[in-house]
């Protein structure tokens, strides 16, 4: 069975920092792409960053081109999202996708908060 687990979110000030994580289960992690979503009340959930198999082919949106970084450890079945220079536009839930066996599957989320 398919599992994504996020952790790492909380509040942060302008111009923090967050390191997310999504810890993966149930299927070949390195087979797979992997992606980071966002979703605030009333938009629609917007994708942040995804990250080839291999973690070689990485694809930021432009929002936070230069800020966030995604990455992987295959080794570990963890993805992560390093996100810098917090703003609070970057308010959201934060999910971690797959695609797998002909659907996406999604972590439960984890909230991040920027304010001062």
């Known amino acids: 069975q398919v599992q994504l687990v996020e952790s790492g979110g909380g509040l942060v000030q302008p111009g923090g920092s967050l390191r997310l994580s999504c810890a993966a289960s149930g299927f070949t992690f390195s087979n797979y792409a992997m992606s980071w979503y966002r979703q605030t009340p009333g938009k629609e959930r917007e994708l942040v960053a995804v990250i080839g198999g291999a973690g070689t082919t990485r694809n930021l949106a432009d929002s936070v081109k230069g800020r966030f970084t995604i990455s992987r450890d295959n080794a570990k079945n963890t993805l992560y999202l390093q996100m810098n220079s917090l703003k609070p536009e970057d308010t959201a839930v934060y999910y971690c996708?797959?695609?797998?066996?002909?659907?996406?599957?999604w972590g439960q989320g984890t909230q991040v908060t920027v304010s001062s």
């Open positions: 996708n797959t695609r797998a066996y002909g659907r996406d599957y």
